[in-house]
């Protein structure tokens, strides 16, 4: 079992480090979380952030107080909530404070460029790596870059696209499946339950 | 003040569904239109904090907390505009578990899980189109890319060299 204490390490340390946005916050949960420590399945993590889109405020938070309960219960998600935004709030605080006699701060404004640029570069190694272990058929790929071109192109809002894939899911898969377990989808990473049946 | 605040930011919070930017303009208009609790120019730094600090943008409402009210300000603020968010969460985890045994729900939850992975291909082309615009942080994204996929090097050591990179060269 996962203590509290872990718990709350790994998500101050994505509270720390998530320079560049939710989806970028997402991408560092899953780095910790999925890949590194194998706590949870890529499925398990498709589903937080299916839970993070449907709820009001930044995906990722969703996503980690759903990721805290499904590991440790109530405390679990209160610890994974407070933990992923108490460095961001210490830090907010800290600048409101030594605002007015500092007017500008060029090189926390250089620091967090260049911890964007690496985000860019991480997100796209999980989106990559994410992407080849949740998308197992055509249906799906093709609704992966359905799901891409209307966030991309049309900016319609994740809320809308995970409902208009959960309801093109219920069309394609409700069927009797035919049941492909397609191995070595990913077949380097360490992931438990790779082989798990739906 | 501090309780009206404390409402405004949870009225906030439980509506805006999409991020931090969904949140600028409902937020400008409680702070700065209606209750004037901060000036245009203040909130705008209030955004640009949010955007250099880590997590999420929303931390911004920390940032005009601890203006409008001091420290107490910045608690019940943060409060407010999470606590929508970690209770409906809580209540789809919790309600979840049972819903995930029944079929139709376990077909919608494939086609979602295929959208998430457009979703993060769509995040980090967004990400790197607003932070890949000159060559240093192009040489970083790619020095990024190379040492935590096939290298396999960790993450957090990678961030903290492209943060202390960028604070060397990007100022």
Redesign the interface.
Known sequence: MVSLAELALVFLKVGALGFGGPFALLALIEKEVVSRRGWLTPEEFAQSAAIGSLTPGPIFFAAAVNLGYKLRGLAGAAVAAAASLLPAFAAAVALAAVYFQIKSLPAIGGAAHGLKAAVAGLLFTVALRTGRSLVRDWAGAILAVASFVFLEFFKLNPAWVMIIAGLAGLLLYQRPARTNPEPGANGKSNIRGESREW | MLWMFFLSTLAI????????YALISALQQELVVRHAWLTPDEFI?GVA????????????V??MG??IAG?WG?LLG?LG??L???L???F???Y?KQAQAS??V???????????????????????R???NNP???A??????LL??PARRE??W??????????????
Request: without cysteine.
């Open positions: 919070g439980s509506l805006t569904f999409g991020g931090g730094n904090i949010g955007q250099i600090t880590p997590g999420p943008l929303m931390i911004m920390s940032f601890y203006k420290l910045a943060t505009i999470f929508p968010s970690f409906l969460a809580l789809l985890s919790r979840y079929p139709p376990r077909a919608a939850l494939r086609g979602i899980n295929a959208a998430v992975g457009g979703l993060l291909a769509a995040a980090a082309l967004d990400l790197a607003g932070s890949l240093v942080s192009v970083i994204a790619v020095a990024g890319i935590i996929g993450p957090i990678v961030l903290l060299a492209a943060g202390a990179t960028g604070a060397w060269l990007l100022r």
